[in-house]
C-alpha cells in the first residue's frame, strides 16, 4: 500500500472508531452522569457532584431487595441452566442418539422465539394450573432462556480430540461418572465457566418474563422498571449506574478468572 | 441395543429436553389453544375458532403495529451491520494485536448495562430538554427542540446501539477467524485491498455476517421495552400491542393468537435466510 | 505384566463397510509387534477391538487364552496409548500418570511414588509438576507412555504414537521405545503405516490391506520372503514382473518373463505352492539389480561361468538358476542421489520400468544405456492375485 493512502486509511478509521465509540458510550455516560447531578432533573447544565442518589438507592428496601432477588434468580437459573446444557451437549456430542438433528433442534429451539411469546406461554401454563407467580417461576423462565445457550456454547466446543482422552480415562479404569467429574468437566472448564457468566449477565439483565411472570418479590429490571413508570426520579439514574457496575464486575472477574487463565492453553491446542 | 445402554445414552440428555418440552414446548401448546377461545363478559371461553387471527388481519391498526415492527426490524438490521462492520475491520486490521481485546471489550461494555436502564439513558439524551437538543440549541443549529423522542427514530437509535455492540463483536470473531494467507494469497495475485475486501474478505464473512443479523432482526422484532421506553404510544409495534391485551384487559387469547403471528413472521424470516444460518457444530 | 494375544476369527463392518476380514493372529508374550498397512487397511479398527472401545461384528479376542471380547476396556489387562497422546489437559504431569492408580483406590501418596518412578522411566521426573501444554510432542509422547505403564497393562497398544513427531525424533522415539518394552517386558502392539518405523522396532510385523493380514513374521522375513506381492511392495521398495510358471523342480521353479526364463527359488512362505501354469509376479529389489559398469570381475566371471554351464531352451536361449541373469539393455530415465546409493529408474527394452539402487559413486546421467543384471537367488516369486 502507497503511503499516502495508509495515512488516509488510518487516519479515516480512527475518526470512524471515535465516533462509533462516542455513540456507544453517549447513553451510558450521560446516565453515570446524571446520577451525580444535585438536581431532581436529569438536564443540563450539570450541577454537583453528589452522592445522595446513590444513598437514597441503598435504603430503599425496595430496590435492594429486588436487587437480591435478581441475584437468587440469576445464580440459581445459571446453575441450572449450565447443568442442564452441559449435559445435553455431552451427551449429543458422545453417543449416537436417534433423530440427534432434532433433538439439537428442540433444544436450541427458545433461541429464535421472543421472550414475551416464552413468558407469556409460561404465563398462560401457570395461570391454567394454578402456579402462583414467584421467583420459582422467573427462575424457570430464565432456564427456558439460558439452557439453549448453555447447550450451544458447550456443544460447539466439544471436539473429537477429547473422545480419545475420555477413551484413556476410561481405559485407565475411571467409571463414566468418573470420567465425567475429573476428565470431562474440567476439560470443559473454559467453555462451561463462559456459559456461566454468559447466562448470569443475561439472567441478571432480563425484563420480559420477569415482569409477566412475579407478583410480589419482583427482579432488579422490574423494579427499575416501576421506578420509570412513576414518574422522573432521580434515584433511576444511581440504579442504573449500579447495574452498570455491578455487570462490569462481573464482567471484568470473567475475563481475569476465566478467559486469561486458559487462555494460553485454547491457543496452545 | 439392550434397554439399559440405551437409557445409558439417552439419561444425559433427558433432563434438558424434559424441560425444554415441560417449559417450551407445552405453554406454546396452551398459547396456540388459547388463541383459539375467546374474552367474552370478563370470562375466557373456549370456543375453538379463529376469529382472534381472522380479527387481527382485519383491524388495520393491528396490522399497522405488525408492519411496523417488521419495518422497524430490517430498518435497523441494515443500519447495524452497516455501522459494526466497519468498527469491526477498524478493530481486527487497523488496531494492534495485543489492543484488540481491549478495544473490543469497550466496544462491547455498554452492553451490559441493563437493559431497560440503557433504553432509559436514551431518553437522557434525546428527551426534548436532553443532551443532544440542548447541545444543538447551544450551539444554535436548530431553534425548537426536536422531537426524537417518542417517535420511531428514537426506538431505533435505541436498538442500532444495542445491536452495533452485538455485531461488531460477531463480525470481529468472523474477521479473526479468517486466516491472513487468504488476503496473502489475493494480494500476491495482483488484487488490491479494495478488491480483495471485496472478492475475498467479505463473501468469507458474510455467513457470520447473516447469523448476526438474523438474531438482530429477531430480538428487535420481539422486543417490547425499547419501543415502549423510546417509542412512546404514537407508533406501536407488535410486541406493545401483545402486552397492551394483557395489562389492561387480560384479553390473553388476543394475545396469544398475536404472539403466534409473530412466532410465524420470525419462522418465516428464519427459513428465508435460512441457506445461510448454519449454525452447526465445526 | 505380559500376556498373549489371540485374535481369532474376528470380522468387523461399519455399516456395509467391511473394516476387518476374518482375522486370526497370535501374538506372544512379552514381544513388540507392529500393526503395518496403508490408512483405511484396518489397522486401528483391530487395535480398537484389541482394546475393547469396539465390539467386533464377529470372532473373539483372547488374552493368554481368556476370551475378553466383552470385557470393557476399563476392567481388560490392555491399555492404550493414543495417536494424540490425549492427556488430560487440566492434570500435571504427575496426576497424568498417576490418574490409573487413582482409579483402582490407590492412595495419594502410593501413586505419585509410581507416578514418579515412571516419568523417570521416560526422563521427566523434573517436569512432574507441569501440564501437557508446556510439553514438545516427543515428551507428551513419553508422558502418554508413562501413563499407559502405571497400571501395569499386560498389553500395550500403541496407535500411531509417534506420526506427530518429525522425523529425527521419531528414530530417536523408536529406539527408547523398544529399550523400554525390552525393559517392562509388556507385550506392545504398535499400529504404524512407516514401513522402517516397523522394521526398526518390531519382533515381528503384521502387514494389514484392505481388512485382511497379508503377512505376518519377523522384518527381515517379510522382506526377504513376502507372502503377497502387495506386502512385497509395502515393505519396502519392489519392481514387480509378470510370469507365468513353467515347471517346479528340486525348490527351484522355472518361470517364464519378458527377459526370458528364470529359474528362482520357491518361497514358501507364499501359499499355496505353485504349480505349472500359474501366473506368477516376480518381484525384484533395487538393491539387487545391478548395472554391470560397476559389477566386480567376480561378478562378471561367474556370470560368464553360469551361462556357459546352464544351456537351457527359452526365449533366449538360456536359463538362468542361482546366477546371474542379463535383464537387457536399460535407459537412464531418471536419478537421484540418496546419501548411501543413488535411486535410478531404468526404462528396459522390454518397455518396462525398473526402479535400480547405484552405489553411491557410480556416475550415471539420463539417457544412459547400462546393461542390467540380477542374482536370480535374490528374485522373489509371489502369487499375482
Keep these: ?269 | 441395543m439392550s434397554a439399559q445402554s440405551s437409557w445409558k445414552r439417552w439419561r444425559l440428555v433427558l433432563p434438558a429436553l424434559l424441560w425444554t418440552v415441560a417449559f417450551f414446548i407445552v405453554p406454546l401448546g396452551f398459547m396456540v389453544v388459547m388463541s383459539l377461545w375467546h374474552r367474552i363478559g370478563g370470562k375466557i371461553v373456549a370456543t375453538w375458532n379463529f376469529e382472534n387471527y381472522i380479527e387481527f388481519f382485519t383491524k388495520p391498526h393491528l396490522v399497522k403495529a405488525l408492519l411496523n415492527s417488521l419495518e422497524i426490524g430490517l430498518t435497523v438490521t441494515v443500519i447495524s451491520i452497516f455501522l459494526a462492520y466497519p468498527l469491526a475491520w477498524i478493530i481486527a486490521y487497523r488496531v494492534p494485536e495485543r489492543w484488540q481485546r481491549t478495544a473490543l471489550l469497550l466496544a462491547i461494555l455498554p452492553f451490559w448495562t441493563s437493559y431497560v436502564v440503557r433504553s432509559y439513558a436514551w431518553l437522557l439524551v434525546l428527551a426534548k430538554q436532553g443532551i443532544v437538543n440542548s447541545f444543538l440549541l447551544d450551539i444554535g443549529i436548530i431553534a425548537e427542540p426536536l422531537a426524537i423522542a417518542s417517535s420511531r427514530y428514537a426506538t431505533i437509535i435505541g436498538f442500532v446501539h444495542f445491536f452495533v455492540m452485538l455485531l461488531t463483536l460477531t463480525i470481529y470473531a468472523n474477521l479473526r477467524q479468517l486466516s491472513p494467507n487468504y488476503a496473502r494469497a489475493a494480494a500476491d495475485l495482483g488484487a488490491g485491498p479494495l478488491r480483495t475486501f471485496w472478492h475475498i474478505i467479505l463473501p468469507l464473512t458474510l455467513p457470520g455476517v447473516m447469523v448476526g443479523g438474523f438474531l438482530t432482526f429477531v430480538l428487535c422484532v420481539g422486543d417490547y421495552i425499547t419501543p415502549k421506553i423510546l417509542g412512546g404510544s404514537n407508533e406501536l409495534v407488535l410486541p406493545q400491542v401483545i402486552m397492551l391485551q394483557i395489562g389492561r384487559r387480560a384479553d390473553f387469547p388476543n394475545a396469544a393468537a398475536m404472539s403466534i403471528i409473530l412466532m410465524l413472521v420470525v419462522t418465516a424470516a428464519y427459513v428465508l435466510c435460512a441457506r445461510w444460518l448454519k449454525m452447526e457444530r465445526s | 505384566m505380559t500376556a498373549t494375544v489371540g485374535i481369532a476369527q474376528v470380522c468387523h463392518r461399519y455399516g456395509s463397510f467391511v473394516a476387518l476380514t476374518d482375522i486370526n493372529l497370535t501374538i506372544e508374550a512379552g514381544s513388540f509387534a507392529v500393526l503395518l498397512g496403508p490408512s483405511g487397511c484396518g489397522k486401528t479398527t483391530l487395535l480398537s477391538v484389541l482394546g475393547g472401545f469396539l465390539m467386533p461384528t464377529s470372532g473373539s479376542v483372547l488374552l493368554d487364552g481368556v476370551d475378553v471380547t466383552h470385557v470393557a476396556p476399563a476392567k481388560r489387562a490392555t491399555t492404550t496409548m493414543f495417536q494424540d497422546y490425549a492427556l488430560f489437559p487440566h492434570m500435571t504431569l504427575l496426576d497424568n500418570v498417576g490418574f490409573g492408580l487413582r482409579m483402582r483406590g490407590q492412595s495419594k501418596k502410593q501413586r505419585s511414588n509410581r507416578a514418579l518412578e515412571l516419568l523417570e522411566l521416560v526422563g521427566l521426573n523434573a517436569s512432574a509438576a507441569k501440564k501437557p501444554h508446556e510439553l514438545s510432542g516427543g515428551q507428551k509422547q513419553r508422558v502418554a507412555l508413562a501413563r499407559a505403564l502405571a497400571v501395569e497393562p499386560d498389553v500395550l497398544l500403541l496407535d500411531e504414537p509417534l506420526g506427530a513427531l518429525d522425523l529425527k525424533l521419531r528414530r530417536q522415539m523408536q529406539g527408547e521405545l523398544k529399550a523400554i518394552q525390552k525393559r517392562v517386558g509388556t507385550t506392545f502392539i504398535h499400529v504404524t503405516h512407516d514401513q522402517e518405523e516397523a522394521m526398526a522396532i518390531a519382533d515381528q510385523i503384521i502387514v494389514m490391506n484392505k481388512g485382511k493380514v497379508e503377512d505376518h513374521g519377523s522384518p527381515e522375513s517379510i522382506y526377504l520372503n513376502p507372502r503377497t506381492a502387495f506386502s512385497a511392495a509395502f515393505m519396502g521398495e519392489a519392481n514387480l514382473i509378470e510370469g507365468t510358471v513353467e515347471s517346479a523342480d528340486e525348490g527351484f521353479l522355472r518361470v517364464s518373463t519378458a527377459f526370458g526364463m528364470l529359474e528362482v527359488p520357491a518361497n514358501h512362505n507364499a501359499k499355496p505352492a505353485f504349480e505349472a501354469g500359474d501366473s506368477a509376479l516376480l518381484c525384484l529389489r533395487p538393491e539387487h539389480i545391478h548395472a554391470v559398469h560397476d559389477l566386480s570381475e567376480r561378478y562378471l566371471s561367474e556370470r560368464y561361468q553360469s551361462e556357459r554351464s546352464q544351456p537351457g531352451p527359452s526365449q533366449s536361449g538360456r536359463t538362468h538358476r542361482g546366477a546371474v541373469m542379463n535383464l537387457g539393455q536399460g535407459t537412464v530415465v531418471d536419478h537421484a542421489f540418496f546419501g548411501s546409493h543413488q535411486r535410478c529408474q531404468f526404462k528396459m527394452q522390454t518397455g518396462q520400468h525398473l526402479s535400480v539402487h547405484l552405489p553411491q559413486a557410480a556416475k550415471v546421467a539420463s539417457g544412459d544405456e547400462l546393461p542390467l543384471t540380477i542374482d536370480t537367488a535374490s528374485v522373489i516369486l509371489l502369487r499375482n492375485e
Design chain 1, 1 to 269: 500500500m502507497h503511503g499516502v493512502r495508509r495515512h488516509v486509511v488510518n487516519t479515516l478509521s480512527a475518526f470512524y472508531a471515535v465516533l462509533i465509540y462516542g455513540f456507544i458510550f453517549l447513553p451510558v455516560g450521560v446516565l453515570v452522569l446524571f446520577s451525580f447531578q444535585d438536581s431532581r432533573l436529569p438536564i443540563m447544565p450539570f450541577k454537583g457532584p453528589t452522592l445522595k442518589w446513590y444513598e437514597a438507592v441503598l435504603s430503599d428496601s425496595r430496590l435492594t431487595d429486588s436487587m437480591i432477588n435478581s441475584f437468587i434468580v440469576a445464580m440459581g437459573s445459571s446453575v441450572v441452566a449450565v447443568l442442564l446444557g452441559f449435559l445435553a451437549a455431552f451427551g449429543l456430542a458422545r453417543y449416537v442418539l436417534p433423530a440427534r438433528g432434532l433433538q439439537r433442534a428442540l433444544l436450541t429451539a427458545p433461541l429464535t422465539v421472543s421472550y414475551l411469546i416464552i413468558g407469556l406461554g409460561l404465563l398462560i401454563m401457570f395461570n391454567a394450573m394454578g402456579v402462583p407467580r414467584s421467583l420459582w417461576t422467573i427462575g424457570i423462565g430464565h432456564v427456558v432462556i439460558n439452557t439453549p445457550l448453555c447447550f450451544a456454547i458447550i456443544y460447539s466446543q466439544f471436539g473429537d480430540h477429547q473422545v480419545n482422552i475420555e477413551r484413556a480415562a476410561h481405559d485407565l479404569g475411571a467409571s463414566e461418572w468418573q470420567t465425567l467429574w475429573l476428565v470431562t468437566a474440567p476439560m470443559m472448564m473454559p467453555s462451561i465457566l463462559a456459559s456461566f457468566f454468559l447466562a448470569l449477565t443475561f439472567s441478571w439483565d432480563e425484563f420480559i418474563i420477569s415482569f409477566l411472570l412475579s407478583r410480589f418479590d419482583v427482579t432488579l429490571p422490574v423494579e427499575i422498571w416501576g421506578l420509570l413508570r412513576s414518574g422522573l426520579n432521580p434515584k433511576t439514574n444511581a440504579a442504573g449506574s449500579m447495574v452498570f457496575l455491578i455487570s462490569i464486575v462481573l464482567l471484568v472477574l470473567a475475563e481475569l478468572l476465566v478467559f486469561r487463565r486458559f487462555n494460553g492453553r485454547v491457543n496452545r491446542k
